[in-house]
T-cell receptor, first 111, second 111 residues
């Protein structure tokens, strides 16, 4: 089984809808991250969490919110989706070091 | 603005040759450096990490770090078609364990 899983893997939604992306991990890592990737722009950090009670905004948090339900679960929500949030979204985890391990990604399309 | 720069490519290399990928970074305080490989539509996969000046070898891969010149490189020896992918450089910034990512270099290995 994969160490970091993401659901759904693909999602098409309409402008204005609320959507939640979920991430679960079995690596036992305390730190979890949400990134989005757009062609030619690389990975950009949306939110990160060092433990259940510690959540921090990343580079591009506007329009997004997160919830850390447990050590192993970290969810990303788009409160009111807009077309420029169409992207590939990745969840990642790390331990006390800096090496990050990624889930398979969610391809989100907002029409 | 702390930045990580990579040539977007594509870099075309004959099979069996050495592929050389380069990355420069702006933050002199960066301490940890990573190379990730990303196949099209897939998630980034960690292939090398380097923390000290000099070379670090792992199989066909060698990472080279020069902190004085603020660059890190990745050499792939005996390049194979399966090495064709986008290679992402990531660098830590300050003490909050965030990574700053380059936009990636697309590598094509020609049989």
């Amino acid at each position: 089984d994969a160490d970091v899983t993401q659901t759904p893997r693909n999602r098409i939604t309409k402008t204005g809808k609320r959507i939640m992306l979920e991430c679960s991990q079995t690596k036992g890592h305390d730190r979890m991250y949400w990134y989005r990737q757009d062609p030619g722009l690389g990975l950009r950090l949306i939110y990160y969490s060092f433990d259940v009670k510690d959540i921090n905004k990343g580079e591009i948090s506007d329009g997004y919110s997160v919830s850390r339900q447990a050590q192993a679960k970290f969810s990303l929500s788009l409160e009111s989706a807009i077309p420029n949030q169409t992207a590939l979204y990745f969840c990642a985890t790390s331990d006390l070091g800096f090496e990050q391990y990624f889930g398979p990604g969610t391809r989100l399309t907002v029409t | 603005q702390k930045e990580v720069e990579q040539n977007s490519g594509p870099l075309s290399v004959p099979e069996g040759a050495i592929a050389s990928l380069n990355c420069t970074y702006s933050d002199r305080g960066s301490q940890s450096f990573f190379w990730y490989r990303q196949y099209s539509g897939k998630s980034p996969e960690l292939i090398m990490s380097i923390y000290s000046n000099g070379d670090k070898e792992d199989g066909r891969f060698t990472a080279q770090l020069n902190k004085a010149s603020q660059y890190v490189s990745l050499l792939i020896r005996d390049s194979q078609p399966s090495d064709s992918a986008t290679y992402l450089c990531a660098v830590t910034v300050d003490s909050n364990y965030q990574l700053i990512w380059g936009a990636g270099t697309k590598l094509i290995i020609k049989p």
